[in-house]
């Protein structure tokens, strides 16, 4: 197999070029160029991507994000890599958390067609948001400055807890009241504390949108969730959908697959389907 790397060193797992030249060495994957995610990589990777070659990136869900941006509706084949924090993507996938484990399970992948969000015309292969989310992205870039990257986290998630924002929102016609909105690429379900996927080729948004102005609302909205609880329809909706509309009365910072950044009202959500090659072993 021949691959296209691209990779970011400032990711979970610190991998340096060196030693990810050798974990494909060792797997007898041939690197035939190699790109660092940095401001301005994206014009190095589109000629190899106008060749339909396949992309093996290494890094976190917004690292494999910013390439799929560019892959999209293109012959190019994703290969993605465990290289970030959470690795969301790569655990939906089914590809294996250690690097050389993953080496193994892509040389009985075959390439595949699955579905990408889209917000604005910009792809998230995860999900996106808007509220308490993207809001506690910003504040925790301050503190890792300061604190590192752990600390950061958890001081940015109580931060924006208690200084608390909610936002009229109008999705498809109805107003809202809500500190957050998630809209996720296909189906996400609750797997203990964590939301994740069985499948990426459903055709799908899924959303979840909190109801009401209070604190104790997204509170216990959070554990009715994870409690199972019926009445929990009452602080949060959620449905299933190819495209929706967000309208607010300004600019609103929006996250994409843990990255975040302003963009303008309204907000035009779609299911993009069978939009992207990856790389996947068939389901036993």
Known sequence: MKVVLVYNTESGSNSSIKELRKIFTDSSIDIIDSIKIRPG???????????????????????????????????????PLPGGTLNHFTKDLGVPQSLPDAMEYFKAAKKVKIDTGQVCNKTFINNSSIGIYPDSLMDRNEHKKKYGKWPAIVTSIFTTFFRFRTYR?????????????????????????????????????????????????????????????KNVAKKLKSFRAKDIVIATNKSIRVSRDGEHEKMTSPLRYSIKESSMYVLKRPTE
Do not use: C
């Not at 991507?49 to 976190?60: C, D, E, L, T, Y």
């Not at 390439?67 to 293109?74: I, R």
């Not at 797997?191 to 216990?220: D, P």
């Open 169 to 229: 929102v109008e999705l498809n016609g109805k107003q809202y009241s809500t500190p957050l909105v998630f809209v996720g690429n296909n189906t996400y379900e609750l797997n203990g504390l964590t939301f994740q996927r069985a499948q990426l080729q459903e055709g799908v948004l899924s959303v979840y949108i909190v109801i009401g102005k209070s604190r104790l609302n997204l509170f216990w909205a959070v554990v009715g969730l994870i409690l199972g609880r």
């Open 41 to 79: 990589f994206e014009p190095s990777l589109k000629p190899h991507i106008k060749g339909g070659r396949i992309i093996a990136v290494v890094g976190g869900d917004g690292s494999i994000s910013a390439v799929a941006n560019l892959m999209k509706d293109t012959e190019a084949v994703l290969m």
